[in-house]
């Protein structure tokens, strides 16, 4: 098979950091190519590099056999590459047809819709794309838009596609359901670069470069290996795997959530009548689409969100009138998803950042002031015993990596947190070895008692962890469910929110229950 | 920090220079005009007093405009809150009874926070109770003092009376209660509020870096939503922030006013909540580079003085000057900026 795109010794460096050191990489003509790779290990950089946002200090790229200058992305678009960033670029109260044909060269003064349409249908009839070309953005599923970014790309003559890190915003239906049309894509003869670290979606590709630290280690035929290979390939040793040690039994219940009910921005209902609890030595899972109510839920018991009719004890108590300070001293820890708005201040250090929320505490204090020579001790064990990164413990934590800046937060609330773990999405945009890091610190608290509520959107990583899952859906928990009684495709059929499916979901459940 | 040095020296060379091209435009004498602005700035120890005097109230109001600035929070109603306070400790110095010195000296100093916090707190209880933003409230509110203060000084309960000219100011206040000179006499003298602006520059910088609340100030300014999840009540925060900065101000007006001119008169106190905002940005809104800059602003308000005596330049001219300087500070420590970020990804 020919090499649409040949890439060698592209080196890219930023500053005495190499973001890409001597990369290889041939893309065939009608594959699936996967990059993999952690976080830092230069995935993103060489696409960039491909698509000409970033130009590559040394190296040549040849794309159909050609040199090819790419000195920005509308070069790129020209030869005939396109990008499908995570964020969609598209006017959400124009007509999918519009989105598609607008800035295309061809569409001059006067918008020759018939001729696109045309168009656009012979590409969705291709790929196997069934979307309405006349719905507006806005009316749109986020897997239909990704569709529409996708056309866009091929309406202006994209023979290889980058998608970055495509399925972070999709429910496992809909990543199915993108597979299915990158698989039509491909049977077209198109190629297509996916940025991942799901193993589930490098599986699925026809071959996986493996990047680490900048370089590439391999590129494998994915027929002909394993996940658990590629993965040690990645991180460059094997990754040991968490589970819960079901031997511990959850104990009494620390959170009862009763009929809690909250209004959103706009008066909208966000959370209906959830009804929970969770015990010590338990970790009750959290899965839904993005949006459906999780992140309220947890802003609701941190106590910044208040509740329109329900409550929840605490302990045992009930908190009548929650606020952020009554909930960590009554020692609730959280973990939020958007970890640099919500959990920490960017311009301070570790040290600082460590004690936010107890700045006013005795202990770091020494009379009116506060205890600088405690709080960098403090950082300096921290920083070792959570393994950060960080060049001193007063370098702004907007300067530290993602997984970094998880690390400072979960230090932070372990540190603090007395029976009570809130961890919404805490392994979001970590590699692997990051992530296992996270849940061996959640696993290590459970088995000392903390009561944990643990939200993610690696439904894998729940149905391993957890002792129970609950799935909310619209604001609602749609059920709750043991992970040894649960498969992937039934979860993702409750988080879906598909009534039928789901009492036939139910259904099932109770008729395997009775079998067994 | 060779090229900070480098960049706020370019920033003051640029200020000079455009200075003085101004000045030639407007044909002045270039040469005379630059020497008499020193000279009287710092030509004798009569100038140097004067120079120290003018710094007093600009690092006062620069310091609460730190502290708010610091936690992004845009209190601009300074000169509000210069008036408040000088308002408000004149009030106090009329219904003051036969008290001993030191204490009918405290009750000045507490009624000029008093008076500039309290006008801070409304605009920060606008905002929290509201949602007004403080930039808008803070200048309204200084319309609404400045009038109020013509009213009472023209043909208000506080206007002089007994003469057939209107001053548009007060009578002197008691000379018991003028505050005590440090040094010098007559009209070069300085005032003990030197001595409390020194004191607030230290307790705003222990303030600032030192103390929980401090803390909390800085976490605003670049999180407030962390904080907020953190356990902070950041309503309260900035309740506390607008009053402290207010006060400050509001005890830049009491100095002025007991301190130096002894009546009080709305001339003396315009321009002073406005110069010490520009002397807070000049001074990297630290408390240490405020104090440096409220001293070279007082040098040159000083200076001007004397140099218009001297060379007959305009008095608008030290106005542009105080703009032209902060303009290109403002440019030197966006260029610090850039520097860190090239370092930045140098050494990433």
């Known amino acids: 098979m020919e090499n649409l795109l040949s890439v060698q010794n592209l080196t890219k460096r930023f500053g005495a950091v190499t973001a890409n050191d001597n990369v290889d990489l041939d893309v065939r003509k009608g594959e699936i190519h996967c990059l993999f790779g952690e976080n830092g290990a230069g995935k993103s950089t060489l696409s960039a590099c491909l698509y000409g946002y970033y130009r590559a200090d ?420 749609v059920g709750i469910v043991r992970p040894e009684e649960t498969t992937l495709l039934e979860l993702g059929m409750m988080m879906a929110g598909d009534a039928s499916n789901l009492d036939g979901h139910l259904n099932d459940l109770s008729s395997k229950a009775l079998r067994q | 920090m060779g090229w900070n040095v480098a960049c706020y020296s370019a920033a003051m060379l640029c200020a000079l220079f455009s200075t003085a091209a101004l000045l030639h435009l407007s044909g002045g004498d270039v040469a005379k005009a630059f020497s008499s602005l020193v000279i009287g700035a710092f030509g004798s120890q009569k100038a140097l007093l004067g120079s120290l005097a003018k710094a007093t109230p600009l690092l006062l109001v620069g310091l609460g405009t730190v502290i708010a600035f610091r936690a992004k929070i845009w209190n601009i109603g300074q000169e509000g809150q210069v008036l408040a306070g000088a308002m408000c400790a004149y009030w106090a110095s009329l219904w003051i009874g036969p008290l001993p010195y030191w204490m009918a000296f405290a009750v000045l100093v507490l009624a000029g926070l008093a008076g500039g916090g309290a006008l801070g707190l409304l605009a920060g209880i606008l905002k929290t109770r509201f949602g007004t933003s403080e930039i808008i409230s803070t200048v309204m509110l200084n319309y609404i003092v400045i009038f109020l203060l013509a009213y009472l000084l023209d043909g208000g309960p506080w206007m002089e009376s007994g003469v057939t000219v209107a001053y548009h100011q007060s009578p002197p206040v008691n000379t018991m209660l003028e505050w005590p000179t440090l040094f010098g006499q007559g009209s070069a003298k300085l005032h003990v509020g030197f001595l409390l602006a020194l004191g607030a520059t230290a307790l705003s910088a222990v303030l600032l870096e030192r103390t929980p609340l401090g803390y909390e100030i800085r976490a605003f300014g670049s999180n407030p939503t962390a904080l907020r999840f953190r356990g902070t009540d950041i309503s309260r925060l900035l309740l506390v922030v607008m009053l402290v900065s207010g006060a400050l101000a509001g005890l830049a007006g009491a100095g002025e006013l007991f301190g130096t001119s002894h009546r009080l008169r709305a001339e003396t106190l315009l321009g002073i909540g406005s110069s010490g905002i520009v002397v807070a940005m000049v001074g990297g809104l630290r408390p240490s580079g405020a104090m440096l800059a409220a001293l070279f602003f007082g040098a040159l308000k000083s200076g001007a003085i004397y140099m218009r005596l001297q060379s007959g330049t305009p008095a608008g001219l030290v106005s542009a000057m105080e703009g032209l300087v902060l303009l290109f500070f403002l440019c030197a420590a966006v260029a610090t900026r850039i520097q860190v970020t090239v370092r930045s990804e140098v050494h990433a």
């Not at chain 1, 399925?167 to 297509?192: C, E, K, Y």
């Not at chain 1, 009138?321 to 301070?348: A, C, N």
């Open chain 1, 58 to 477: 040394s190296g040549v790229i040849r794309f159909k056999g050609e040199i090819a200058e790419l000195n920005s992305p509308a070069d790129a678009l020209r030869l005939g590459i396109g990008m499908v960033h995570q964020h969609f670029v598209l006017v959400t109260n124009f007509t999918v047809l519009e989105n598609i044909i607008v800035g295309s060269p061809e569409v001059g003064m006067f918008l020759s819709k018939s001729a696109a349409r045309r168009k656009v249908e012979d590409l969705c009839r291709r790929c196997g794309i069934q979307i309405d070309l006349d719905r507006e953005i806005w009316e749109l599923s986020v897997g239909e838009q990704q569709w529409v970014e996708i056309l866009k790309a091929l309406y202006f003559g994209a023979e290889l596609l980058i998608l970055d890190e495509p399925t972070a915003v999709l429910t496992p239906q809909q990543s199915d359901q993108l597979f299915a049309i990158l698989d039509g894509m491909r049977r077209q003869g198109l190629s297509i670069i996916l940025i991942s670290h799901k193993l589930r979606e490098v599986m699925q590709s026809d071959r996986v470069t493996i990047l680490r630290k900048g370089r590439v280690v391999a590129t494998v035929e994915t027929s002909g290996t394993t996940a658990e290979a590629i993965t040690a390939l990645m991180v460059g040793h094997k990754v040991t795997k968490h589970v819960s040690d079901r031997s511990i039994e959850p104990g009494r219940d620390v959170l009862v959530v009763d009929r809690a009910c909250a209004l959103g921005e706009w008066g909208e209902d966000v959370l209906r009548d959830v009804t929970f609890s969770i015990a010590s030595n338990e970790i009750l899972g959290l899965a839904g689409v993005a949006g459906n109510g999780q992140k309220e839920l947890f802003e609701v018991l941190m106590g910044v969100r208040t509740l329109s009719s329900g409550g929840f004890l605490l302990d045992g108590d009930a908190v009548a009138v929650p606020t952020s300070r009554e909930m960590l001293d009554r020692g609730v820890g959280l973990v939020p998803d958007d970890r640099f708005r919500e959990g920490l201040i960017p311009e301070f250090g570790t040290a600082e950042n460590l004690v936010l929320g107890w700045q006013r505490k005795p202990e770091y204090r020494r009379g009116p002031f506060l205890d600088r020579r405690k709080l960098n001790a403090l950082a300096e064990r921290k920083i070792e015993e959570f393994r950060i990164v960080a060049a001193s413990a007063d370098l702004p934590v907007e300067r530290l990596s993602g997984g970094n800046a998880q690390r400072v937060i979960l230090a932070r609330e372990f540190l603090h947190a007395g029976s009570l773990l809130l961890a919404n999405q805490p392994t979001r945009g970590l590699d692997v070895a990051a992530s296992e890091f996270v849940y061996e610190k959640i696993l290590e608290k459970r088995a000392e008692g903390f009561a944990i509520l643990l939200a993610s959107e690696e439904l894998d990583d729940l149905l391993r962890l957890c002792d129970r899952i609950a799935v909310i859906f619209k604001g609602r928990i």
